[in-house]
Nanobody, 122 residues
Framework: QVQLVESGGGLVQPGGSLRLSCVAS????????MGWYRQAPGKERESVAV???????NYADGVKDRFTISRDNARRTVYLQMNSLKLEDTAVYYC????????????????WGQGTQVTVSS
């Protein structure tokens, strides 16, 4: 059973920093793209940052110069370093990963973590 478990959320003042982590566990052949999404109250879930297995990254416009996504393939972990946090960054942050259970391309499946709350408030 594959699981994604996030950690690192919390309460921070505007301008502060947080680092989120997400670890994948269970039986798997390969992890492809990994990413972070967020959902604020009353809003739809949105993509924040994505990183491929090769390390290529993509960011939402509003976080490009403030957030950094990285991954440690050996530890099956993806990180999101969030700096210069703003009130509008307040949301539940979810980890996502496309994971292949076997060498077959058709074995890939999307997994989600349970979410971690990030609250930016003075």
């Amino acid at each position: 059973q594959v699981q994604l478990v996030e950690s690192g959320g919390g309460l921070v003042q505007p301008g502060g920093s947080l680092r989120l982590s997400c670890v994948a566990s269970g039986n798997m052949f390969r992890i492809n793209d990994m990413g972070w999404y967020r959902q604020a109250p009353g809003k739809e879930r949105e993509s924040v940052a994505v990183i491929t297995s090769g390390g290529s990254t993509n960011y939402a416009d509003g976080v490009k110069d403030r957030f950094t996504i990285s991954r440690d393939n050996a530890r099956r972990t993806v990180y999101l370093q969030m700096n210069s946090l703003k009130l509008e960054d307040t949301a539940v942050y979810y980890c996502n990963a496309e994971i292949m259970s076997t060498y077959s391309y058709y074995s890939r499946r999307d997994y989600w973590g349970q979410g971690t709350q990030v609250t930016v408030s003075s």
